[in-house]
């Protein structure tokens, strides 16, 4: 087994396969990439055995009879590639110890290899339902909802980011049980309803690679009741679905919210922060006193004695209101809104807070094509 492969984009494939590797295997065949050659062609593969993220890349070959495999210890490879600059890397296997010899035009590294025969296979998912959409489309669905994912290995159904699919649009949903975010896609659509819940870490990891290609890169999913294959560019990625039944988040929105917020999103976001740093690090609560044309944030640390408040313009309809909510939890969510303003919708200080992104006008005729809806449930003020 024998190829000749740039340095610089078998690095680019290996780092976008590593998010895969885990320190906690207990076997030495997963902690590898495993390399898998045809004639002018390398396609390396990762997995935890829940997810499997594979690469194909063009390299240079000698004659070769039949395809050959190889694994390789991940870290001492990711290790080498990284020390190189833009050079070219002769990879040679001996096939019966599975040594690994890769030379350059300066210096010779012997790897130890493990015969790939004992590597898991790549599951094949059946009765599967396509659906095309947008690689960035897809990357700002992920941005919009995963930080609200629960991280409690008690709530596993939670930890993922549920994904319900029908004629009137593609919805995301993430939630902890403190915050929720639903985020529906008006232009991808599909005439058979379906409903699973993406698992966490291997929806991070695509994003991060798609974040890297085109905008108008298509993105092809395909799952099942159990599995979810994702395809790309030269990558494929399957994985396992969360298994269980995703909590009723349509019951915890509040429908009937009196109080309306408008306020500058940069302005409030800024401000939250500011104020936040004078707040008790167990509960990080800020208050907010709403009243006609301004919004009151305060803070205080009664260990230290230290508090803080600021004065934001604003637009408010409703009743003079006090509310208490987590400053990271409203600071996650505002800082992952677009529009120059929000809106934010309450009924009581004890119920929970509705954040819209808001414009106070669009083009007469024009849809959006996306819908974004943020709750935050409100911490108990002292007094």
Partial sequence: MKFIVNSQQLLKQLQSL???????????????????????????????????????????TGHMDAPEEVAIPSKMLLDMVKSFTDVPLTFSVDPSTFSI??????GEYNLAGLDADTYPET?????????????????????KTYFATSNDDMHQQMSGILCEIGAEGLTFVATDAHKLVRYIRKDVSSDKEASFILPKKPITIVKDILSTRKEDTEVKLEYNSTNLAITFDNIYVICRLV?????????????????????????????????????????????????????????ENLEFSNKAHE????????????????????????????SEQV???????????????????????????????????PVMLAN
């Fill in 18 to 60: 590593s998010g895969v590797l885990s320190n906690n295997n207990t076997m030495p065949i997963i902690n590898c990439f495993h390399f898998h050659l045809e004639e002018n062609s390398l396609r390396i593969k990762t997995t935890d055995l829940s997810t499997t993220i594979t690469a194909t890349m063009p390299v240079e």
């Fill in 343 to 377: 809106l934010m919708e309450m009924s009581h200080p004890s119920r929970a807070g509705i954040i819209f992104p808001y414009e106070e006008s669009t083009e007469e005729g024009k849809e959006n094509v996306d819908s974004l809806l943020m709750l935050v449930m």
């Fill in 123 to 143: 599951p094949t998912p059946e009765d599967t339902t396509p659906l095309i959409m947008n690689g960035d489309a897809l990357v700002t669905s992920i941005n």
């Fill in 243 to 299: 298994d269980g039944r995703y909590p009723n988040y349509n019951a915890a929105i509040p429908k009937d919210n009196p109080n309306k917020l408008i306020i500058d999103r940069q302005s409030f976001l800024t401000a939250l922060r500011r104020v936040a740093i004078f707040s008790s690090e167990a509960t990080r609560q800020v208050r907010l006193s709403l009243s006609a044309n301004q919004v009151n944030i305060s803070a």
């Fill in 311 to 338: 004065n934001i313009p604003c637009q408010y309809e409703g009743d003079a209101m006090d509310i208490g909510f987590n400053a990271k939890f409203l600071t996650e969510m505002v800082g992952n809104i677009d």
């Fill in 101 to 106: 010899l890769v030379t350059t035009d300066g």
